[in-house]
T-cell receptor
Framework: RKEVEQDPGPFNVPEGATVAFNCTYSNSASQSFFWYRQDCRKEPKLLMSVYSSGNEDGRFTAQLNRASQYISLLIRDSKLSDSATYLCVVRSISSGSARQLTFGSGTQLTVLP | DTEVTQTPKHLVMGMTNKKSLKCEQHMGHRAMYWYKQKAKKPPELMFVYSYEKLSINESVPSRFSPECPNSSLLNLHLHALQPEDSALYLC???????????????FGQGTRLTVV
């Protein structure tokens, strides 16, 4: 089983639609959770951290369920500029104090006019 | 300044060449990472440096040799690479404080490497 699993998509949605991405992780000792966005041929950029109580940033809402080891991202009123690959990222302690980031395979989103 | 700078942006090298990738950050971050990313795949961790010491080596072949000369710099020395090593090589940095859990990693723009 992969450490971080995502539905690869692709998700093709019309402008203005609401779309949800899901992610599950296998390491129950994982500490921190993030959604990154990666545009074609660019580096990953942080979209938002995911907090236990859930958090919202404009049109984006992230949820964490530690009991189910599940993370979600909801995008409301999607824009053409939201088209990208969305990466679920989990941070866990590895050796000593080093923390490593493990990426899910990414979910590709295309917002259509 | 929330920037991680990587040079060069593009690199073409032969299988007998020796080259180095460079990464620099001035955010005071004490953890630095090398990732390799193939097309349509997520980044795969190669190395982690924590406080300038190699903490994680994800069974990377010895033809890749990391070096951390100081807390701001991270290099990746390349020697005798194979064509299948062609990929985007991403450097990242983050704070690595035990009392700071939600510290995100910042990525450089990457070096697109082609081995011929």
């Amino acid at each position: 089983r992969k450490e971080v699993e995502q539905d690869p998509g692709p998700f093709n949605v019309p402008e203005g639609a609401t779309v949800a991405f899901n992610c599950t992780y296998s390491n129950s000792a994982s500490q921190s959770f993030f959604w990154y966005r990666q545009d074609c041929r660019k580096e990953p950029k942080l979209l938002m951290s995911v907090y236990s109580s859930g958090n919202e940033d404009g049109r984006f809402t992230a949820q964490l369920n530690r009991a189910s080891q599940y993370i979600s991202l909801l995008i409301r009123d999607s824009k053409l500029s939201d088209s990208a690959t969305y990466l679920c990222v989990v941070r866990s302690i590895s050796s000593g104090s080093a923390r490593q980031l493990t990426f899910g395979s990414g979910t590709q989103l295309t917002v259509l006019p | 300044d929330t920037e991680v700078t990587q040079t060069p942006k593009h690199l073409v090298m032969g299988m007998t060449n020796k080259k180095s990738l460079k990464c620099e950050q001035h955010m005071g971050h004490r953890a630095m990472y090398w990732y390799k990313q193939k097309a349509k795949k997520p980044p795969e961790l190669m190395f982690v440096y924590s406080y300038e010491k190699l903490s994680i080596n994800e069974s990377v072949p010895s033809r890749f040799s990391p070096e951390c000369p100081n807390s701001s710099l991270l290099n990746l020395h390349l020697h005798a690479l194979q064509p299948e090593d062609s990929a985007l090589y991403l450097c990242a940095s983050s704070q690595d404080l035990t009392n700071s859990l939600n510290t995100e990693a910042f990525f450089g723009q990457g070096t697109r490497l082609t081995v011929v």
